[in-house]
């Protein structure tokens, strides 16, 4: 199947600084991909709907200014969660696919000190 | 309520046991259905795709209930290995989006 791979893998930071993570599909090309996070004991929860050369879509609830979206190219997707707080510690997990499957990153551990 | 609902479960059956999980959707307009695997710390794995006629793979089978609106799982013989955490997926209205059940817990015991 499709591999999609995700950078970095853990990363912890301090409050207030800013974190991006990485999504590229490594075997196709994605105009569309997804991101998600995912609290301990939770399903994953939709944040954003990234498109490749415009701006993304974001769910309801979600800051746009505080998770920055870029798609930038057919095959990398980023996510900065800008001046992170504890509360933003998650799993973070990216996606990309069309609507019979969907291909998922390994996800990113993010923990705010 | 929920778009997609499961029972959260845990489920603890012994080796070998047949264990079944159910799942309803409340969007009509879906029109994907999946059932995903996920481990503990692990991104979900697609376990296999959910159609009208029911659908086999080895061990597993998937069924679907349009008129009901509900999605079943059924696992036999049951392994060791196939503790985790079981996600019920339907897609959205646009059939790209997924909309995800909180999963049910499975331990398979020796």
């Known amino acids: 199947g499709a591999v999609v791979s995700q950078h970095p893998s853990w990363v912890i930071c301090k409050s207030g600084t800013s974190v991006k993570i990485e999504c590229r599909s490594l075997?196709?090309?994605?105009?569309?991909m997804f991101w998600y996070r995912q609290f301990p004991k939770q399903s994953l929860m939709l944040m954003a709907t990234?498109?490749?050369?415009?701006?993304?879509?974001?769910e309801q609830g979600v800051e746009k200014d505080k998770f920055l979206i870029n798609h930038a190219s057919l095959t990398l997707s980023t996510l900065t969660v800008t001046s992170a707080h504890p509360e933003d510690s998650s799993f973070y997990i990216c996606?990309?696919?069309?609507?019979?499957?969907?291909?998922f990153g390994p996800g990113t551990r993010l923990t705010v000190t | 309520r929920k778009e997609v609902e499961q029972d959260p479960g845990p489920f603890n059956v012994p080796e070998g046991a047949t264990v079944a999980f159910n799942c309803t959707y409340s969007?009509?307009?879906?029109?994907?259905f999946f059932w995903y695997r996920q481990d503990c710390r692990k991104e979900p794995k697609l376990l296999m795709s959910?159609?009208?006629?029911?659908n086999e793979d080895g061990r597993f089978t998937a069924q679907l209930n349009r008129a009901s609106q509900y999605i079943s799982l059924l696992i036999r013989d049951s392994k060791l290995s196939d503790s985790a955490t079981y996600l019920c997926?339907?897609?959205?209205?646009?059939?790209?989006?997924?909309?995800w059940g909180l999963g049910t817990s499975l331990a398979v015991n020796p």
């Open positions: 959910v159609y009208s006629s029911g």
């Open positions: 997926v339907a897609s959205g209205g646009n059939n790209r989006k997924l909309i």
């Open positions: 996606s990309a696919g069309g609507a019979y499957e969907q291909y």
């Open positions: 075997d196709f090309q994605a105009t569309t």
């Open positions: 990234s498109n490749e050369g415009s701006k993304a879509t974001y």
């Open positions: 969007n009509s307009a879906s029109q994907s």
